[in-house]
């Protein structure tokens, strides 16, 4: 395993007279004709720093060497800064480094591909607000250039001889045949912590090396849904850990372990302005992969107890029973609830697609109208067309149910997460506020991704109650676009909220850690006792719930009264 590491931030600079090499940065400094940006970076050992080519793109020549490498320009420089160069009066000293070379992270321009799907112009990279960083052309990845260094490109730097330099960075390297290394594979739900000097820009003496951490939500093979544990040591790793700028570069460790498992790329962003709180991540046996010809590094092994079947675990069980389901041109989540194939929702997923005949309790969709569902698993992947919308509510509740033919199997069997019943939740731990939990749902990436459901953790932030029974659960877990109808679970992989929406700001920004869930405790009844016997009559009673819970989903409060004041000009509240 790869212990032997530092967090360090990493600065270059270059001629840029006109300023318009700070395209698509959060953060810069223009000054006499040059601009400088920082990002993060990973010191080895032997006085090699990895860090994002996206840091170096802007300066780097259009054209390649005589040799085929990539270069920077004359007048331009990069140093580095580690913490321990930090005195206690906040006074940095920065270590000159060189341009070893810039290396691709094989397989991950392949993996953005798959997880992007057919049009590359909704996607950019970078912090800009509709325009990706230079080197980040989303419609050149199918081959590596400088057109795209900036999403997958490695830049090796080596540091030049300085008295600052920690002792344990001027060592000879370890990572020898005598001392082997291992990898770990990423699995989904497994912690990670990402390093990095955010905002380091501002006042490096301070930012520099702050965390954020996570799980892995999800992985991301080049070409296909990795089966074995070599193909998911080499998958792209999407993370929930908070992403700030100037963090790209920077190394992500395991968190039980301390081991290096990545290095942050440029965070992904939608150019319609949808919000994607969702990390990417360079494995580590990419990094290694690039970075061997500079360090002598043995041949790469997984170790054991990490060689795991990808489907174990409570956390991929639920996962497999979450589906994506299409009306129209739009997408959202669903869970199967039954071996039989019927499907848990949301009404609001169908509300502007439904006819103006039918009721909610017998409803359907307007003529030329398409409904399929895609049933997923690591091996395999089904669209069913044939497909019965059976309920809708027209309440609070906002549950819509589906039914898909029970022939519809993976594997020889349909994934189901079945609604526990009101003695099995009372027999359970109940969900309180803090207790940990997972979102599952097709967030972010639509139909033409073909990437399996995200997995992002959060905390219970609060449990809504009337009559001392729960009615609404609000969570951390980041939830996006697409996550409707997908689930919240707990620790146990047991299903515990169907996933409504989000918190939204009084401009209409979606606040992705604030999302609201229906309790099972709400719904169960009612949908068991359908599955039971086939009545509808029993799914109808979701469409009268108490005043009161009406109120609570539809967030109405009492706003404030004050005596009336001479002369006020009123302008327009915004709740």
């Known amino acids: 395993m790869i212990q032997n590491w530092s967090s360090v931030c990493v600065r270059c600079h270059g001629p840029d007279p006109n300023g318009f090499k700070t395209e698509g940065r959060a953060f810069f400094h223009n000054e006499a004709g040059y601009s400088t940006f920082t990002a993060s970076g990973v010191a080895l050992e032997s006085g090699l720093i990895v860090t994002s080519a996206s840091l170096l793109r802007p300066f780097l020549m259009d054209k390649l060497s005589s040799y085929g490498e990539m270069v920077l320009c004359s007048n331009s420089g990069v140093d580095v800064l580690f913490e321990s160069n930090i005195d ?229 069980n639920s996962r497999q029973a979450v589906v994506m389901v299409q009306v129209g041109q739009t997408w959202a989540s669903g869970v199967v609830i039954s071996k039989q194939g019927h499907i848990l929702t949301n009404a609001h997923v169908f509300t502007s697609f439904l006819d103006n005949i039918s009721n909610r309790t017998w409803p359907n969709l307007r003529s030329g109208v398409s409904l399929r569902v895609r049933i997923d698993s690591p091996q395999q992947q089904q669209w069913v067309d044939d497909c019965d919308l059976i309920f809708v509510s027209e309440s609070c509740w906002d549950v819509a149910l589906i039914k898909i033919p029970e022939t519809c199997v993976l594997n020889g069997f349909l994934p189901f997460l079945p609604l526990r019943n009101r003695d099995e939740i009372l027999k359970s731990r109940p969900i309180t506020k803090g207790s940990p939990l997972f979102a599952i749902g097709h967030g972010i990436f639509g139909p033409s991704s073909g990437v399996l459901p995200l997995i992002t953790s959060g905390i219970c932030s609060k449990v809504v109650a009337y009559n001392n029974q729960p009615v609404m659960l609000l969570s951390s877990a980041p939830v996006h676009r697409g996550n409707s109808g997908g689930v919240l679970v707990n620790t146990d992989g047991h299903f515990v909220g169907l996933v409504t929406g989000n918190g939204k700001t009084s401009t209409g920004r979606t606040i992705t850690h604030l999302n609201f869930a229906i309790p099972i405790e709400a719904i169960t009844a009612a949908v068991n006792s359908y599955l039971m016997d086939g009545d509808r009559k029993w799914l109808d009673r979701l469409n009268s719930p108490p005043s009161r819970i009406d109120d609570i989903w539809s967030l109405r409060g009492t706003p404030p009264v004050w005596e009336p004041v001479d002369k006020v000009h009123q302008i327009a509240s915004k709740l």
């Open 88 to 316: 206690d009066e906040g006074h940095e000293t920065w270590i000159l480094a060189d341009l070893v070379a810039v290396v691709e992270a094989e397989g991950m321009l392949s993996s953005i591909r798959r997880l992007t799907g057919q049009d590359p112009s909704m996607w950019i990279f970078g912090w800009g607000p509709n325009k990706g960083q230079l080197g980040t052309d989303m419609h050149s990845i199918h081959r590596f250039s400088l057109r795209n260094v900036g999403i997958s490109g490695l830049a090796i730097l080596r540091l030049r001889p300085s008295a600052v330099t920690p002792p344990y960075i001027r060592e000879q390297s370890i990572l020898s045949d005598y001392y082997p290394y291992h990898l770990s594979v990423p699995t989904i739900g497994k912690k990670l912590t990402l390093h990095g000097s955010g905002f380091g820009l501002i006042a490096p003496s301070v930012l520099i090396n702050n965390i954020s951490q996570g799980i892995v939500a999800n992985i991301v093979h080049p070409h296909r849904a990795a089966r074995r544990a070599d193909e998911q040591a080499s998958s792209l790793i999407l993370t929930d850990a908070k992403f700030l700028p100037g963090m790209e570069g920077g190394a992500v460790s395991w968190g039980e372990t301390g081991e290096l498992a990545g290095i942050s790329m440029l965070p992904i962003r939608r150019t319609d302005g949808e919000p994607v709180d969702i990390s990417l991540v360079i494995p580590a046996s990419c990094i290694v992969s690039a970075i061997s010809p500079y360090m002598a590094i043995p041949k790469q092994s997984l170790l054991p107890h990490h060689v795991a079947a990808l489907n174990s675990g409570s956390l991929l």
